[in-house]
């Protein structure tokens, strides 16, 4: 361990940690003025300021100033006061000092505080290497969910998402593509986990999705195709609540499959709750290929103004009174959702209002899909 002592001329601390039995031990001395500059030269694994044997305020000065640089501002600082030093405990706080001690500075008690602050220091450096690789995580997994969106090959201006994170990134997927024969197909996707873990099923996930679409294949291959990746790819405990559309191309019906989502819900132009397409299945990668059940229901969109598909961290998300959002809500916030255009705005209004600054427990996805009476727009 390898200390830095700001002190007066008598170098008498240092002396004393000298003395230590501590075999790793590397001591050197500094006078106040030096010790910022010391401490960038050095990089010491603590600073220990003797406030007491300096002149008045010097030793928090060089606290302060240890704390303020990039270079220094993460050693930890140790302040020596003197007995009865009551009025030094503004200073002390202020001063942003790690920790602090009293006399008798014998060699039982420095080595007692020196065995602390090392053990201080290497769960400070286990969180800061968990961080940054959380951080490296965070960044990968973004990159790779923007790489999956960017291969739609057109944008649709009737189709509308919007996501609230549970952290720092989410972990819900939502992609479309068109068929060679005009169908539109959708797929929202609430991967277990968040971050790396999400997208280690998303990938094969949307290489399916994206390449049976384009070869104008049914809703029902595609769920088994990617059911069977995710079962053959994921460990047990990691799975896809999913939801897949198909939009024919005359914008009369549309195919859905559901497996653990929340119901798709329907809605007339006046904003009411006429249909809704609940869960019929597992969520993918849970069921080996032959178990699961691929069937699709088909819905007449004839009166169908809006389609509404969220997460269930949409529908469990609570507020701070432990109120949940629940479906309920989201029916009424469709009917003052307002005219078209307006719809998921309105929603998602509501939901942040309802939340009230509160984070939720679970990533929060909300597709709308809006529509004049007897077709999509456009």
């Not at 068929?179 to 197909?185: I, K, Q, S």
């Not at 047990?236 to 499959?257: P, Q, R, Y």
């Not at 959702?337 to 719809?343: K, Q, Y």
């Amino acid at each position: 361990m390898n200390i830095l002592v700001v002190e007066n001329e008598t170098g008498a601390m240092a002396a004393l940690l000298g003395k230590l039995s501590d075999p790793d031990l590397i001591v050197s001395s500094s006078p106040a003025e030096d010790a910022v500059a010391q401490a960038k030269d050095k990089r010491p694994d603590l600073v220990i300021v003797d406030v007491a044997g300096l002149p008045k305020k010097a030793g928090y000065k060089v606290c302060r100033k240890l704390k303020l640089e990039d270079q220094t501002g993460r050693i930890p600082v140790l302040l020596l006061l003197a007995v009865g030093d009551h009025a030094a405990w503004k200073e002390l706080i202020e001063s942003g000092a790690d920790d602090f001690m009293l006399p008798p500075f014998d060699d039982d008690a420095l080595q007692a505080k020196l065995n602390l602050l090392q053990r201080q220091q290497a769960t400070h450096h286990h969180l800061l290497r968990s961080h940054t690789h959380i951080e490296q995580e965070i960044r990968l997994s973004r990159h790779m969910f923007e790489a999956i969106t960017k291969r739609q090959r057109e944008q649709v201006e009737y189709l509308e998402y919007w996501t609230l994170a549970a952290g720092r990134f989410s972990g819900d997927l939502f992609i479309y593509e068109r068929t060679p024969d005009g169908r539109l197909h959708a797929f929202i996707a609430d991967f277990t986990g968040h971050g790396l873990s999400a997208a280690v099923g998303a990938l094969p996930a949307s290489d399916a999705f994206f390449a049976m679409s384009r070869k104008g294949l049914g809703l029902r291959e595609i769920v088994t195709e990617i059911n069977r990746k995710l079962y053959e790819l994921l460990p047990t405990g990691m799975f896809c609540a999913a939801t897949l559309l198909s939009i024919n191309k005359d914008h009369t019906a549309v195919e859905i499959w559901n497996g653990g989502v929340p119901a798709v819900l329907m809605f007339d132009h006046e904003g009411r709750l006429k249909n809704r397409a609940v869960s019929s299945s597992l969520p993918l990668g849970i069921l080996p290929p032959e178990e699961l059940f691929a069937q699709t229901a088909v819905h007449d969109l004839t009166g169908i103004d809006s389609l509404v598909v969220c997460s269930d961290g949409l529908i469990e998300a609570h507020n701070a009174q432990a109120e949940m959002y629940g479906e309920a809500r989201l029916i009424g916030a469709v009917g003052h959702g307002g005219g078209s255009g307006a719809l998921l705005n309105g929603i998602r209004n509501d939901v942040l209002e309802f939340l009230d600054g509160i984070e939720p427990h679970d990533d929060v996805s909300l597709v709308v899909i809006e529509m004049q009476e007897g077709g999509v727009h456009g």
